[in-house]
């Protein structure tokens, strides 16, 4: 069953590292209830594995992106 719960006002700031994954960056929300008002700030990840740069992954989430971002945000 889709999730219920309703996710917004969430902010996201000067998050760094090395993901060990190639997606380093994974958002999934309801379709239902998308996640709203949600601000990634400065966000400056690292992979150095096999599977080629690293990437986002998104679903039914509004964001507002802001400042460095690596990997490149979401659509």
Known sequence: ????VKISGITFSNIRGTS???VGVTMQCSKAY???NIKVQEINLSYNGP???IT???ANVKASYSGKQVPD???
């Open 73 to 75: 945000p979401c659509n």
């Open 1 to 4: 069953a889709p999730s219920r």
């Open 34 to 36: 998308p996640c709203q």
């Open 51 to 53: 599977g080629g740069p």
């Open 20 to 22: 060990t994954t190639p």
């Open 56 to 58: 986002s992954s998104c």
